[in-house]
T-cell receptor
Framework: GESVGLHLPTLSVQEGDNSIINCAYS??????FIWYKQESGKGPQFIID?????DKRQGQRVTVLLNKTVKHLSLQIAATQPGDSAVYFC?????????FGTGTRLKVLA | GAVVSQHPSRVICKSGTSVKIECRSL??????MFWYRQFPKQSLMLMAT?????????EQGVEKDKFLINHASLTLSTLTVTSAHPEDSSFYIC?????FGTGELFFGEGSRLTVL
């Protein structure tokens, strides 16, 4: 069945460094992916999305890379800040119902 | 961006009682809303798809008689947890979108239910 999974449950990064959060998906027909940020006790917040006709998309301090060959996407956060500490989810939005990955907790070290 | 509001944000109830959670799209109309459940340190699990004017579609393993969903208008969906038990304690989150596959879903802030 479909699944979206993350490689690492926790990622600790020094403040100012770049963060890379990975995600694997299994449905080769998936054509739309989204990254969400969830802070403790809050709902998910949209970060960036990407369609399968692209392999890279950039936002403000964030970049999403999509490798359809190996069904992998990543979220890169430049110059990680304390406010980036949260759980990050990738989601397969190819169907009307989004399938969420297990999540990666990003800890920013001062 | 679009705003989705949930109420209440926190609720504590006794076992056996029913609790209603509201999900509103504040600045757009949503023919479809989604209800998720999230246990601590886990991902969001889709419970059901709420369709305006029709019955909700439940995911496998979700009891429709226990989790009643009503989508009476284009801006409001409600989730009622009936005869709540302590194992129903969780974080419930709703979402709505303006066009699936063309933009992101907008999520509510979540409602934390604690059943004593």
């Amino acid at each position: 069945g479909e699944s979206v999974g993350l490689h690492l449950p926790t990622l600790s990064v020094q403040e100012g460094d770049n963060s890379i959060i990975n995600c694997a998906y299994s449905n080769s027909a998936s054509d739309y992916f989204i990254w969400y940020k969830q802070e403790s006790g809050k709902g998910p917040q949209f970060i960036i999305d990407i369609r399968s006709n692209m392999d890279k998309r950039q936002g403000q301090r964030v970049t999403v890379l999509l490798n359809k060959t190996v069904k992998h996407l990543s979220l890169q956060i430049a110059a990680t800040q304390p406010g980036d500490s949260a759980v990050y989810f990738c989601a397969d939005g190819g169907t009307y119902k989004y399938i969420f990955g297990t999540g990666t907790r990003l800890k920013v070290l001062a | 961006g679009a705003v989705v509001s949930q109420h209440p944000s926190r609720v504590i109830c006794k076992s056996g009682t029913s609790v209603k959670i509201e999900c509103r799209s504040l600045d757009f109309q949503a023919t479809t809303m989604f209800w998720y459940r999230q246990f601590p340190k886990q991902s969001l699990m889709l419970m059901a798809t709420s369709n305006e004017g029709s019955k909700a579609t439940y995911e496998q393993g979700v009891e429709k008689d226990k989790f009643l969903i009503n989508h009476a208008s284009l801006t409001l969906s409600t989730l009622t947890v009936t005869s709540a038990h302590p194992e129903d304690s969780s974080f419930y989150i709703c979402s709505a979108g303006t066009g699936f596959g063309t933009g992101e879903l907008f999520f509510g802030e979540g409602s934390r239910l604690t059943v004593l």
